[in-house]
């Protein structure tokens, strides 16, 4: 729907640019006192271009409609008549029932009635909406989870919503159900938003509330803008220009008209007649200047236009082409979904890019541990050098077979050999992985354990325990069975200390068969080292160090403690914890106070480290467009934590930085002061480091002062959360803020929102005027796609969302550096060299018309012949010049890859701007001086071979455009740097195409049919068989080119541009070329601290604890601790409240009666 | 994610975008021209091609432009073939309204527009309801002053030269362009109902004697028609064939030429030229090409040098830059 809209635009803007244009000539070309030419001169040219204008958009509607119907033709099964129906997305009505299952993609806003699991119960992911990685759960009103599956029931179901209007708020909803003469208010937790995806919940049903551009998630898409690229506006510019040279030049040819009529003209009378109704000089200069404007019409070319859509279009279907950027995984090409933004692909200064999804795999590998001091993980080869783990070796597995998740790798048989020599140590740090976490186990059909888990961090923990021989099995609220290595055991769960983001731990007591009480904890290490018995010094240090290691890595990291627990101590703790929890008073600060209380002396064993899986090659890829001077700004909607150690992991974030920003104020003032605090630090160092090391004068200081930008040193890296940059986009702070953003190397923006994220794009689009790429792959980057000037989704996901509304796409994020480096800057260096070239030749082409007005009385006669004026741009010198568009290349992809720098010259838009406009402009008007005053010179009194005279008009007709057309064949010779076949076709065949039109149309058997139309007869015969009119087109060109190419070797011999010395470099290694070699992969030796990144939501300790999520085959909890919790609060009530950052009135909701 | 280990993360195997996957009929064509690896020639402009060509342009155009220069400065000697000009100076045959106005049909024969010229040729289409023939304002202009040679000998009695009226027209416009209209026995009739040219003193049929050279087919006419590039022209008139190759052409000797004043010219400050020429193998007498063909070769050579010595200075400096990849 948007893009037919989208479409009808573009449609206009076509038109519209060929109305400005050509619509008025085309009126004037008609009335004859002012037609200097033909119909056919500007009506041809004009029907092809709209034709080929019409083809292209119809085969770019085709193909948008294609792949919108891919998504609207999803099947989704709905309740019509009491039946459950497959239909169509595209189908669903607000009112419809629809059945989801697990792992399906949510189309619309639904309102939650029942699910598979228990009390209605179900999961989500919602990456695509906010990029967080863990499952959130909803739950279904208790009247309605009570319908279950019951078909007949739901068919019934006829309850009344009333709700908020559609609005773009993904926290918050508000309503009212009306069933059965009772009224159950709405919140968010009942709701399904469209983007998110069902999760070990095998069906659920929902009621449509929102659907299509209604839904919250199009809502938050932002608006569909037309894009255009700088370098179209700075093509109308340049046409509006023309255009105002063209009247310049008309006004000076009419007046030269109304001068000359009135002294020279007036005493020709005899001969030169007035025309009827024009007996008047200024009158007839008026009518000249018009018959002026369609003959130098061609200055402004009609086929440019249609040309840059085909350039475009052929560069479009390059990157569609390009195995390099095809992923065979999930069998994907690279899609450019749009075929007119091309060439801004090379002129990218900044790249906003999603984290989840995007920059990660969304993936959590068990890495690397350190137990007792000792690394594992790492493997050594001979010569004790660390190698990168190779598929070759074999991975490590103690479990049985069966039980061996087959993904998992692990490479280091110290580890195992620990294990098998039974190292107490290493089974208790294992044992914790295996039992300190809130995953669910689940036998599936065939007898295979199958964990779901709500973050992905424990899933990779877990899964590492049981390939390593310590396997969890299953729980109840009471107990923890696992598996070690081949002993089943089962654990008394005692208590259970939540996660939460402050604690940034958690906390199991259990007993073990031999009747011992431990507390097993796991978290953040920043905060358990401080809560350690003072006997684990050494440890400590050592484990630190490890710590460091495994952060410089990027890896996520956790702490692991236990702590021996006394019987009569834990039962004193424990009762203290049921009162504190039948309290109503100040409840959650008394059990975080018992918590603080029991988690102390822990007893260190080592740390785990986890990596959030990067998507291949995604440190390359950075690395390299940061060296083509791309700033890369990470905007997630996950933690800041996780954004930061991704930011690590990706190296933007480095040790060596000099400073990194973190503004997190919660209120407009405090980010106010963090930016000034910022700033300061920035400009104070800088302003020192100048001032220390050049006495400057006052001078000096000032220029300083205003190119302050240029001068910041250092590396600096700016963090900012969702909140404060709500209160930062506030118009007085959003120059500080882009200000500091824009001189820091790095900047990532965590806990944003989908319109933030576009609102950033915006920012720096707006106040920067740099050109702005945005990939992601989720619903929430799809306002940001669209805001920025080039946007890019990652496809072969579920979520087609980021794709639909981007203009390129493809599967990984390291296609964009071929997509920029090559295929952009290819892009960019072809169209600017076509730009370039094009209006050069239409200057050289039109000019010489000017320069004839002074001989022909300026009487708005042509130069050339009618007909050749009709085919010049169209015929003549199109295809060579769009072979050059599509085919060149200056340097190969190899070299653009390897060497960024090359990328530069289009971020500061070198190759065409208004200066290279007037060069080319220029060298126009100096061509066409040549290719006039060369004929003129030797016409003037000229005889030809056969003493007949040679100086008619219709020979020195053929000569000019003869001489035109070999001058621009040359130049276009000149200035193709790659020659490939099509390009040798075309410019020898474009030549041959002339000669042999032009023969054919001079030929005496077509003007014996139209004498009228062809009175050139017999001039080419007669002109180009005179040995002077070929030494004429020889001088011609010779003179045209020589001073053209003397600039061009000057320029490359004495300042080379990087591209002429790689290119130079190319050309001799060209023979003995060795195989290019990889540069090296960088490898970090920074040292950091860890920071705590855990993908982690409080609240299902308490699930776990009450066995709400646990099926019906698990008994019914009866303990005394899952008593204390019903007395407090409703459980869900609990987790619910924890999993919102809105407080909403959900305490009214009464309905829910547990 | 959903975190069903067992039956997700295959991604995690290997590497997912490895190649040799399953889906073939996705993958791009590994084809050269697909794959952008046309093998392709790649020029670039370097010392060692640039300044060798800029010395040959200046070897190759400096002895062309003396060669022209010479035998341009030599045609004056009057052997072989001698043409006959008359110039027309300031006269606008290239102006547009003049250009136009014509219609070639009528100029090929065609009867239907022999009696309804062209719109094209107003306001010399009809005179006294009559169609003119041959329309136009280029017709109606045409040079109609009659020019005689005579040889002063020593007998003093004037020997009249032999002006040869045709073979001065194109071939093509004598034969393909220009015919006379078809149909009656006489040129007289076949222009039945046809007025003259304003201008003219004698309608079309009556140009020459000669029914070869008679009608719109006389040769006058065609090159009259054959409209001028610049406001500054001249036109062959006649020609003086060489009779024998023991006598020059025109031998030396005082001549005598007889103007018959029709075409007035001082209206429009215009000027009116005879050119006696024979021509070479490069066509008349053009000393501009042989000059511009020796200042471009100079340019070119001195260039040539200029480059060198920039060359050889500048370059060592320069080219030592570091590529760094």
């Not at chain 1, 009529?261 to 008047?280: A, P, S």
């Not at chain 1, 008394?492 to 402050?502: E, R, S, V």
């Not at chain 2, 219609?103 to 239907?112: A, T």
Request: hydrophobic share 40%; proline share 4%.
């Amino acid at each position: 729907m948007f893009c037919s809209k989208k479409k009808s635009l573009e449609v206009e803007r076509i038109v519209k640019a060929n109305d400005r244009e050509y619509n008025e000539k085309f009126q004037y070309t008609l009335i004859p006192e002012i037609s200097s030419l033909t119909w056919f001169t500007t009506i041809v040219p004009l029907v092809l271009v709209i034709t080929m204008t019409a083809v292209k958009d119809a085969t770019d509607d085709y193909f948008r409609h294609k792949s919108d119907n891919q998504v609207n033709n999803r099947q989704s099964e709905v309740l019509i008549d009491s039946k459950l129906q497959n239909e169509k997305w595209m189908n669903v009505k607000v009112g419809d029932i629809i059945k989801l299952e697990n792992n399906q993609f949510v189309a619309a806003d639904l309102l939650l009635l029942s699910s598979s699991e228990p009390y209605g119960l179900c999961y989500i992911e919602t990456a695509e909406l906010d990029g967080e990685t863990n499952l959130k759960v909803r739950h279904a009103l208790s009247v309605t989870s009570e319908l279950g599956a019951d078909i007949s029931r739901l068919a019934r179901f006829d309850g009344i919503v009333v709700c908020e209007a559609p609005n773009n708020k993904l926290d918050k909803f508000a309503g009212v159900l009306s069933w059965k003469d009772s009224k159950h208010p709405l919140n968010n937790e009942k709701i399904i938003l469209r983007g998110c995806v069902l999760r070990n919940t095998s069906w659920c049903f929902g009621m449509v509330i929102f659907a299509g551009p209604d839904t919250k998630l199009m809502q938050n898409s932002g608006k569909t803008k037309f894009k255009r690229t700088s370098i179209d506006r700075l093509m109308n510019t340049l046409v509006l220009w023309i255009f105002g040279f063209l009247v310049c030049l008309g006004i000076v040819l009419a007046i030269g008209n109304s001068v000359w009529e009135n002294q020279v003209g007036d005493q020709f009378r005899t001969f030169l007649f007035w025309n009827e109704g024009e007996k008047n000089f200024v009158f007839s200069g008026f009518l000249t200047f018009w018959s002026y404007i369609i003959i130098l019409n061609t200055v402004v070319p009609i086929s440019l236009y249609v040309s840059v859509e085909v350039i475009r279009l052929g560069h479009s279907y390059f990157i569609n082409w390009d195995r390099k950027m095809y992923c065979s995984g999930n069998a994907t090409p690279a899609e450019a979904r749009t075929t007119t933004l091309n060439e801004e692909l090379g002129q990218i200064e900044y790249i906003f890019s999603d984290k989840t999804g995007t920059l990660t795999q969304n993936i959590m590998t068990f890495k690397r541990c350190s137990i007792n001091g000792r690394i594992y993980g790492e493997v050594h080869d001979d010569l004790d050098q660390e190698t990168e783990i190779t598929k070759k070796k074999e991975p490590v597995a103690v479990s049985v077979k069966s039980e061996v998740d087959r993904t998992f790798q692990f490479f280091d048989h110290h580890l195992m050999e620990s294990i098998k020599l039974g190292d107490p140590k290493v089974h208790e740090f294992l044992r914790i992985l295996a039992l300190c976490h809130t995953v669910m186990s689940e036998e599936n059909s065939s007898g295979q354990l199958i964990y779901q888990v709500q973050s992905p961090d424990e899933g990779a923990l877990v899964t590492a325990a049981r390939n390593l021989g310590f396997i969890f099995k299953s729980r109840t609220p009471q107990t923890i069975t696992i598996e070690e290595l081949g002993t089943i055991v089962t654990y008394q769960l005692l208590a259970f200390l939540d996660f939460n983001n402050i604690r940034k731990r958690m906390s199991v007591i259990v007993r073990n068969p031999e009747g011992q009480i431990k507390l097993y904890c796991k978290g953040a290490d920043t905060i358990l080292f401080e809560k350690l018995h003072p006997s684990n010094g050494d440890l400590l240090s050592l484990t630190s160090d490890h710590l460091s290691e495994f952060a410089g890595e990027g890896l996520r990291t956790l702490a692991i403690t236990y702590r021996d627990l006394d019987d009569k101590y834990f039962r004193e703790w424990h009762k203290m914890l049921e009162d504190a929890n039948t309290a109503t008073d100040k409840r959650d600060e008394w059990i975080a106070g018992l918590y603080e209380e029991i988690e102390k002396d822990l007893m260190l064993l080592g740390a785990t480290a986890v990596e959030d899986k990067l998507q291949e090659g995604v440190i390359e890829t950075i690395t390299s467009l940061s060296l083509a001077n791309i700033k890369i700004w990470v905007l997630t909607g996950d933690k800041q934590e996780t954004a930061i150690n991704i930011g690590y992991a990706c190296n933007m974030l480095t040790d060596d930085m000099n400073e990194v920003f973190v503004i997190a104020g919660n209120t407009a003032v405090e980010v106010r002061e963090e930016l000034r605090k910022a700033k300061e630090i920035l400009f104070g160092q800088n302003r020192s480091f100048s001032n220390g090391h050049v006495g400057c004068e006052k001078k000096q200081q000032l220029e300083l002062d205003l190119v302050v930008e240029e001068t910041v040193t250092g590396d600096y890296a700016l963090i900012i959360n969702g909140h404060s940059l709500a209160h930062a986009l506030e118009s007085d702070v959003k120059n500080d803020l882009l200000e500091l953003a824009c001189m820091c190397k790095t900047v990532v923006c965590c806990r944003v929102t989908p319109l933030q994220k576009a609102q950033v794009v915006e920012l720096v689009k707006k106040h920067r005027n740099a050109v702005t790429l945005a990939i992601g792959d989720g619903a929430n980057d799809v306002s940001m796609i669209k805001s920025a000037h080039i946007g890019v989704g990652i496809s072969g996901q579920e979520g087609l969302q980021a794709v639909l509304a981007s203009d390129y796409s493809f599967a990984q994020f390291r296609y964009l550096q071929r997509l920029l480096l090559v295929h952009g800057r290819w892009s960019y260096f072809r169209m600017c060299k076509f730009l370039c070239y094009f209006f050069y030749k239409n200057f050289a082409f039109t000019l010489v018309h000017f320069w004839f007005g002074f001989f022909c009385g300026f009487s708005a006669q042509t130069v050339y012949d009618q007909w050749f004026i009709t085919l010049f741009n169209i015929v003549y010198t199109s295809l060579p010049v769009l072979a050059m568009g599509i085919f060149d290349q200056d340097v190969s992809d190899q070299n653009s890859i390897d060497c960024p720098q090359l990328y530069e010259p289009g971020q500061l838009n070198l190759l065409f701007n208004k200066h290279k406009f007037f060069i080319c402009m220029l060298h126009g008007i100096y061509t066409s001086l040549a290719l006039f005053f060369i004929p003129y010179g030797t016409f003037y009194n000229a005889a030809g071979e056969d003493g007949q005279h040679i100086a008619d008009y219709q020979s020195f007709a053929v000569t000019m455009a003869t001489s035109l057309v070999i001058v621009v064949s040359v130049q276009i010779a000149l200035d193709t740097s790659y020659w490939t076949v099509i390009n040798h076709v075309f410019i020898w065949g474009s030549l041959a195409t002339y000669f042999s039109i032009l023969f054919t149309m001079h030929s005496n058997g077509i003007f014996g049919i139209f004498p009228n139309q062809f009175p050139f007869v017999g001039s080419a015969r007669h002109c180009l068989t005179q040995k002077c009119i070929w030494l004429v087109i020889l001088l011609t060109t010779v003179a045209s080119v020589m001073p053209v190419v003397a600039f061009r070797f000057l320029k490359v011999d004495l300042y080379p541009t990087l591209t002429d010395q790689i290119r130079r470099w190319q050309k001799a290694q060209k023979k003995s070329r060795p195989p290019s070699s990889r540069r090296p992969r960088a490898r970090r030796s920074s040292s950091r601290r860890s920071g705590y990144a855990f993908a982690h939501q409080e609240g299902y300790g308490e699930l776990i604890t009450s066995g709400k999520n646990m099926r019906a085959k698990n008994p019914p909890p009866t303990s005394g601790l899952e008593k204390t919790l019903y007395n407090s609060t409703s459980w869900i009530e609990n987790l619910c409240k924890k999993t919102t950052d809105t407080v909403n009135s959900f305490s009214q909701d009464k309905t829910v009666n547990l | 994610m959903a975190m069903n280990y067992n039956s997700k993360d295959e991604v995690d195997g290997g590497p997912p975008c490895a190649p040799g996957g399953t889906a073939k009929s996705r993958r791009p064509d590994n084809t050269a021209f697909k794959q952008q690896r046309l093998p392709a020639w790649q020029p670039i402009l370097t010392a060692g091609t640039v300044l060798p060509t800029f010395f040959i342009i200046g070897l190759i155009f400096i002895p062309i432009g003396i060669g022209i220069f010479v035998t341009s400065n030599n045609i004056r000697e009057i052997e072989g073939n001698v043409f006959m000009y008359y110039g027309l100076s300031n006269f606008y045959q290239n102006h547009r309204r003049y250009v136009k106005s014509r219609d070639d049909s009528q100029l090929n024969g065609d009867s239907s527009a022999l009696l309804n010229p062209s719109k094209e040729c107003e306001p010399y289409r009809r005179n006294e309801d009559k169609p003119i023939a041959p329309c136009g304002a280029i017709a109606n202009s045409m040079f109609n002053d009659t020019l005689e040679l005579f040889l002063i000998g020593n007998d003093s009695s004037p020997t009249p030269i032999t002006l040869k009226k045709k073979g001065i027209a194109w071939w093509t416009d004598k034969n393909v362009k220009f015919r006379n209209p078809p149909g009656g026995e006489t040129l007289e009739e076949r222009f039945k109902g046809t007025t003259k040219p304003v201008n003219w003193l004698n309608p079309v049929y009556m140009l020459d004697s000669d029914p070869d050279n008679n009608g719109f087919i006389n040769e006058d006419f065609i090159v009259w028609m054959r409209t001028a590039a610049l406001p500054t022209f001249r036109k062959l008139y006649r020609l003086i064939e060489r009779k024998s190759d023991l006598h020059p052409t025109l031998p030396a000797g005082r001549y005598y030429l007889n103007i018959t004043y029709n075409y007035p010219v001082h209206s429009f400050d215009g000027r009116k030229r005879m050119i006696l020429s024979t021509i070479s193998w490069m066509g008349g007498k053009n000393p501009f090409l042989g000059i511009a063909y020796i200042a471009i070769g100079s340019i070119s050579f001195l260039l040539g040098v200029v480059l060198l010595v920039i060359n050889h200075k500048y370059r060592n400096s320069s080219n030592t830059a570091d590529i760094t990849i």
